[in-house]
């Protein structure tokens, strides 16, 4: 079984900085796609980002040139650098990876509020 660990949620005023961690533990078979993806009250949860094992990433437009998804493979750990932060990136962020069996495993959640 597999288990994702969050962490670097929090509170900050806009324009901003967090940093967004996601290791992974457990019986992982070999990670494929490492994502976040964010769901702010009343809408869908929509991705934010994702990278591939080769390293290609994905953004969407709403973040590009404001947040930078990396991943450690040694470390089975994604990040999410997020700069310039504004009130509407305020959502608990989720992260997620998929094995490249397509098996796919989902964090807890780490709240992000970013006030004005």
């Known amino acids: 079984q597999v288990q994702l660990a969050e962490s670097g949620g929090g509170l900050v005023q806009a324009g901003g900085s967090l940093r967004l961690s996601c290791a992974a533990s457990g019986t992982i078979f070999v990670i494929n796609a490492m994502g976040w993806y964010r769901q702010a009250p009343g809408k869908q949860r929509e991705l934010v980002a994702d990278i591939t094992m080769g390293g290609r990433t994905n953004y969407a437009d709403s973040v590009k040139g404001r947040f930078t998804i990396s991943r450690d493979n040694a470390k089975k750990t994604s990040y999410l650098e997020m700069n310039s932060l504004k009130p509407e990136d305020t959502a608990v962020y989720y992260c997620?990876?998929?094995?490249?069996?397509?098996?796919?495993?989902w964090g807890q959640g780490t709240q992000v509020t970013v006030s004005s």
């Open positions: 997620r990876i998929a094995d490249v069996r397509g098996y796919v495993t």
